[in-house]
């Protein structure tokens, strides 16, 4: 998220390798696609082109938005020409699907199976639960951190700072 959405630093190609393979398996888009939304919400917040409108409500903003198509009318861009060149990035947007199969389910299976014997467990609460408990924190940010919490800067936008956001997503509620 800030490597890739905010360019908030810079990283060499074996950790941006490691991160574009872990950070599929929380099963929430490829980084170009997942950096190009975040790009337009930061943007174009709170606004009809914001994917995360919390306008539009708690639902819309936690996971709708993931759900129902955009209206093609208030489609929005953002510069993602850093992401397109990345080799790593064009890497895993191509072979998301893989990748991220791999990742999130295949590879906690095949760890409990050698670990523990135990294949469907790793499967079931390394893979599918595990991914859900990270998209519905990672859909808090969206829907709670616009929602609950205090609003230090600018009061006409709906960012706020969640504590217990930020607590479950070491400081990505603070928004």
């Excluded at 390394?126 to 990672?138: D, E, K, N, S």
């Amino acid at each position: 998220h800030r490597l890739w959405s905010h360019r908030a630093y810079s990283a060499r190609w074996p950790l941006r390798l490691f991160f574009a393979i872990f950070g599929a398996a929380s099963v929430e888009g490829s980084i170009k696609w997942w950096g190009h939304s975040h790009r337009i919400h930061h943007r174009y917040t709170d606004t009809v082109r914001d994917p995360y409108d919390a306008r539009r409500g708690l639902w819309y903003s936690h996971m709708g938005w993931m759900l129902l198509q955009p209206n093609p009318k208030y489609r929005a861009r953002a510069d993602i020409a850093d992401l397109t060149d990345d080799w790593i990035v064009r890497f895993q947007h191509r072979h998301y699907i893989p990748i991220m199969a791999f990742s999130a389910f295949i590879l906690p299976a095949l760890l409990c199976k050698y670990l523990f014997n135990d294949f469907i467990g790793g499967l079931v609460y390394g893979g599918v639960l595990r991914v859900f408990a990270i998209q519905q924190t990672t859909f808090c940010i969206d829907s709670l951190a616009h929602y609950l919490g205090d609003q230090p800067f600018d009061d006409r936008r709906t960012p706020r700072d969640n504590w217990i956001t930020a607590l479950v997503t070491f400081g990505e509620g603070y928004h």
